[in-house]
């Protein structure tokens, strides 16, 4: 069993894109666990989205040896996403470390989630390793970047390691830096075993595997364990770490990271954050563990065309056992049929999801536009929560519509201040407070209604700042607000998943790009097609689209009627794919217009 | 020639007739001076040198064949194309002595042939009216310059007069002129003044096709590429009902979507076709449908021409149409009639109640007035006429739905 003293864990946190991931590669490659042939860019971003995308989804981890001051040293890494919908990620990933590197850009400083995941490593007591990050490019300015971490973070700027996760350079220092400056991990060896499981992923020969950090204590092949907060009790088969291949050991002691297999069937039986504990001789206490991750963003999926619902249940189903981070729940629609509400992280994680449940599983998706919680308190003194408008109970009892509210921290060039305000306004944002990182750049906090920015602010945020715009945001509580159902009539009926809630200040100007969108949608009939924006019985927007003046094919094609008659199948075919309320054949795109606000 | 009065009996009497052992024959000849860039016929153009002889040989020969296979007899005859008076004379006579033949037997009430104006003369028209030819469809087209440019035609307006009258001096009394109307540029004075001469020349028949965007058409890539601009959709709806009304002071009948007709004088071969009646097609790209099977031809001179030769039929596809593809084909063709829908024969045809299976679509169409609806008959009204494909797709589409119609859904079985 490993030396505890020779141990680091940490983890490399960061705003997306800053080179988490690429630092990743180089210190497998520097550390000569991964040959340069083996080697390709963003190694430990396995899965295929990530590759595409050039992003990471799923915190990774690898062990590398590293010797310093002539002794090998264990270093167990675990890369993050950046992207704010993982930060769930983020959090698991700490709770297995002692120390993390917190990479800036050199080129763009500090931004929203280098802040965001700096909070996470100090509420964690980690210690932080500054790292400032593509030294190598021209416009790149460390020692400026480095001022700004102090300014706004109390990060000593002259800690701080400069280097190029592409050219390697600074590498030999930063590793020198780990085994300095991250303490090695506590934890009593002879100890009741006690072991954190931050993560699991299914495996199709051996079951669960189930990613821990051992606190106390060992565990070791042929041990009977307990989950202590699930009660229930395995035999583990094999214990290991990843280097970052999964490599077989005969013990995890206290302190290190790896992963254990059980005999775990799927990963609905291993709750994250659970205990593992040795069930003869259990420990007395569970460790903190996590909370789950919440969902913020909710949509209905409803099978398309060629999809059944049970393909689609058992699409969700498997996906599901792969990732747990998102939720299902059966849902009906007058409009759709018999579909799931689906609850996410945020947008680009039910992006993902939707792209994984397609891909993977070859189903077509007709999605509604996501919205987020609404509580309401109704006039018997309770409370529901609802996931969709169509779940609006009758006006007449409601007394407060509540919306979640987010703390949302925005670092912008102060150039730019202006235009952010008048954006913060539209969105109904509250200015909290202003903080200067640098002369030239600010921290702008505000609290913003969460359904005011989760669907494109970032995009807004974007194209009035020039790109140098970043926002992180933290969900904090539900407020009441002047809320209400809008309803979309076509053809005088009321199409449930069309409905919105919406600010009533907005609900004119949202009702009005929401029928126009709709109008571009739907094809012109034989008949004339109201459209209708309704708060209640009040109608707030109206568009017609008027009928066909004409719509006749003049020739018969001679006697080829053969000819004619597939045109005429072919548009039959054309017919199922569409959504047939009160006659009118709304395509699956237009359940999709009313995702964007379009203001 | 002997007319078969029944043919020219009013309207309703004809309508109400079942089919009889009676059968249509097409003949399609592929050969245009060059290609329209609207048109998707198939018709190569007739380049200098290019021999005739082998395809007229091998279409001739065709004829022959299934004319002896038919069961009923040949009552009209239709020559189309392609531009059939295009053929060299040699060619031409020996196409139309064997159809003379045909005609010859005195069965044949009506004898049409599709041709240009500029692209007949004396010795043409003497071995047509010779085979007994008393119809000719002409592609007149427009009275503009510019609009028969816009279609790249080859005549000019002021061959049409000419050619009509031509056609009249060897006896030819029944003409149809074709016309088009929503060419980009064409306004509606332009239209009804076209419509305006060609009344003038005291036709008996008159089509009005409105020019329709076929995918595979130079016209639809050039309107692709942003080249040619659509006619207004307000637009075309004005120059048809225009040209309803207008033909219909004039004493023209419309009996379908893009047909009108002094009385009596209706395309006794098109209302064939609409009535389901069998028809021998034959030439290259021709269609026909005899004793429930409907037959296509390769449309491919080359082919058609090994096919004939090695085998005596160059059929490309066969296709035994019944049930719910049937009761689809049948209304797709009949509701663009006038006198629409005769329920009775549809169900005696398709074996379908037309009334109980569409009964959602047809009340709701008569309600918003674009169907008339009773016991015996189901009609599109003028409203109705305006948005025919649209009424025709809901209809057609609603047959397959299931626990409607037979049953046996699915279209026409492939035999090959
Ligand atoms: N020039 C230069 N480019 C770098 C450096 N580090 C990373 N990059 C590039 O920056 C981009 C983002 O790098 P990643 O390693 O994927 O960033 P990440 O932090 O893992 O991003 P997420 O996982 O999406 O949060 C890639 O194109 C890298 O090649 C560096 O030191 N110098
Ligand atoms: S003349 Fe008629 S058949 Fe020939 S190309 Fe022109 S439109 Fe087509
Ligand atoms: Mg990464």
Redesign the interface.
């Known amino acids: 069993m490993a030396d505890l003293q020779y141990i680091r864990n940490f983890s490399i946190i960061a705003h997306i894109d800053h080179g988490k991931s690429t630092l990743a590669d180089r210190l497998l490659e520097r550390t000569g666990t991964i040959s340069k042939r083996e080697m390709r860019e963003q190694f430990l971003d396995d899965m295929d989205l990530e590759r595409e995308m050039g992003i990471t989804i799923k915190a990774n981890r690898a062990t590398v040896k590293h010797v310093h001051n002539g002794r090998e040293h264990m270093l167990n890494l675990i890369d993050t996403p950046g992207h704010v919908d993982f930060h769930y990620e983020v959090s698991r990933a700490m709770a297995a470390c002692e120390g993390v590197l917190l990479l800036v850009d050199a080129t763009q400083g500090v931004q929203a989630q280098t802040v965001a995941n700096a909070y996470l490593a100090v509420e964690a007591n980690l210690d932080i390793i500054l790292v400032i990050n593509k030294i190598d490019l021209p416009s790149a300015h460390p020692d400026e970047v480095a001022l700004e971490v102090e300014q706004i973070l109390g990060l000593a700027a002259e800690d701080a390691v400069y280097t190029s996760a592409k050219t390697g350079e600074g590498l030999e220092k930063l590793l020198d830096a780990i085994c300095e400056k991250i303490p090695p991990p506590r934890g009593r060896l002879d100890a009741r075993l006690r072991a954190l499981i931050y993560d699991a992923k299914p495996d199709p020969h051996r079951g669960v595997i189930s990613h821990i950090r051992v606190v106390d204590g060992a565990v070791k092949r042929g041990d009977k364990i307990r989950m202590m907060a699930a009660g229930r009790e395995h035999i583990v088969t094999e214990v290991g770490k990843y280097t970052p291949k999964p490599t077989t050991l005969n013990t995890l002691g206290a302190g290190e990271v790896g992963y254990l297999v059980a005999g775990i069937k799927t990963i609905a039986d291993v709750n994250i954050g659970d205990t593992i504990t040795i069930a003869q001789n259990p420990a007395e206490d569970q460790l903190p563990g996590y909370e789950p991750p919440s969902q913020m963003v909710f949509c209905d999926f409803y099978p398309g065309p060629g999809t059944e619902t049970a393909d689609l249940r058992e699409a969700m189903e498997r996906l599901w056992l792969n990732d747990s981070s998102f939720t299902y729940d059966p849902a009906t629609s007058d409009a759709l049929g018999i579909g799931f509400r689906c609850g996410f992280l945020g947008l680009l994680h039910m992006k993902i999801i939707q792209e994984r449940l397609e891909r993977e599983s070859d189903v077509n998706l007709v999605q509604t536009a996501p919205t987020v919680t609404y509580e309401i308190a109704l006039n018997d003194e309770t409370v529901v929560h609802i996931q969709s408008p169509s779940e609006m109970p009758d006006p007449s009892r409601i007394t407060e519509i509540r919306e979640p509210f987010c703390t949302a921290n925005v670092i912008i060039p102060a150039e730019y201040i202006g235009a952010l305000m008048s954006l913060a306004l539209d969105r109904r944002g509250v200015h909290k407070k202003t903080e200067y990182l640098s002369p030239t750049r600010v921290m702008i906090t505000y609290e913003f209604p969460l359904g005011e920015i989760i669907y494109d602010f970032y995009d807004k945020l974007k194209s009035c700042t020039r790109g140098y715009g970043t926002v992180d945001y933290e969900v904090s509580e539900f407020r009441g607000g002047q809320l209400v159902k809008m309803d979309v009539l076509v053809n005088g009926i009321a199409v449930d998943a069309l409905s919105v809630i919406v600010h009533r200040d907005k609900a004119a100007r949202r009702g009005r790009n929401l029928i126009t969108r709709l109008k571009k949608e739907i094809a012109r ?3 004339e097609i109201p459209l209708q924006a309704a708060i209640g019985a009040k109608v707030i927007a109206r568009e017609t689209i008027k ?10 094609y ?8 597939k045109l ?2 072919k ?2 075919e054309g ?1 199922k794919r569409m959504k047939n309320v009160g ?1 009118v054949e709304i395509p699956q795109e237009a359940f999709m217009s009313i995702l964007d606000p379009g203001d | 020639m002997v007319r078969d009065d029944a043919d020219q009996l009013p309207v309703e009497a004809a309508w109400w007739r079942d089919t009889a052992s009676t059968c249509g024959l097409y003949v399609h000849v592929p050969f245009c001076e060059t290609k329209c860039g609207y048109c998707d016929f198939y018709s190569v153009p007739l380049l200098e040198g290019r021999e005739t002889g082998p395809l007229v040989r091998c279409v001739v020969s065709e004829l022959r064949s299934r004319k002896r296979s038919a069961s009923g007899a040949i009552r009209t005859i239709f020559v189309g194309g392609g531009t059939p008076t295009l053929l060299p004379l040699g060619d031409l006579r020996c196409l139309f002595d064997a159809l003379g033949e045909v005609a010859s037997g005195g069965e044949v009430s009506e004898f049409t042939v599709e041709a240009n104006p500029a692209t007949i003369d004396d010795a043409k028209l003497s071995v047509l009216t010779g085979a007994g030819v008393d119809r000719l469809s002409m592609g007149a087209q427009s009275w503009s310059v510019d609009e028969l440019a816009q279609l790249e035609r080859l005549h000019s307006p002021d061959d049409i007069a000419p050619g009509v009258l031509m056609a009249r001096r060897h006896g030819i009394r029944r003409i149809n002129l074709d016309l088009i109307f929503g060419i980009p540029g064409q306004t509606l004075a332009s239209w009804s003044n076209s419509l305006d001469r060609t009344i003038a020349l005291c036709v008996d028949h008159i089509s009005c096709y409105g020019l329709t965007y076929e995918a595979g058409t130079r016209l639809t890539a050039q309107m692709g590429a942003g080249r040619v601009t659509r006619c207004d959709e307000e637009l075309e709806a004005d120059m048809y009902t225009h040209a309803i009304d207008r033909l219909a002071a004039a004493g023209y009948e419309q009996y379908e979507i893009s047909n009108f007709a002094r009385l009596g004088e209706r395309c006794a071969h098109n209302v064939a076709y609409w009535r389901n009646d069998p028809y021998i097609g034959v030439g290259p790209s021709a269609a026909g449908y005899l004793n429930g099977e409907r037959y296509k031809n390769v449309a491919d001179i080359g082919r058609y021409v090994a096919g004939i030769e090695e085998r005596g039929e160059a059929v490309l596809t066969r296709e035994r149409v019944s049930g719910v593809a049937l009761a689809g084909e049948t209304i797709m063709m009949q509701l663009r009639q006038m006198e629409g829908l005769n329920v009775g024969r549809f169900t005696r045809q398709t074996g379908i109640d037309a009334l109980s299976a569409l009964a959602p679509e047809l009340s709701r169409f008569s309600e918003s007035g674009l169907l008339t609806v009773d016991r015996e008959r189901i009609a599109l009204t003028r409203a109705g006429f305006l948005v025919a494909d649209g009424i025709i797709s809901e209809l057609y589409a609603a047959l397959g739905e299931s626990g409607r119609g037979d049953g046996s859904a699915g279209g026409g079985r492939a035999i090959r």
């Open positions: 009939h034989m008949f009928a066909y003046r004409k719509n006749v094919t003049a020739k018969c001679g006697g080829d009627v053969s000819r004619k008659r005429l199948e548009q039959k017919k006659n």
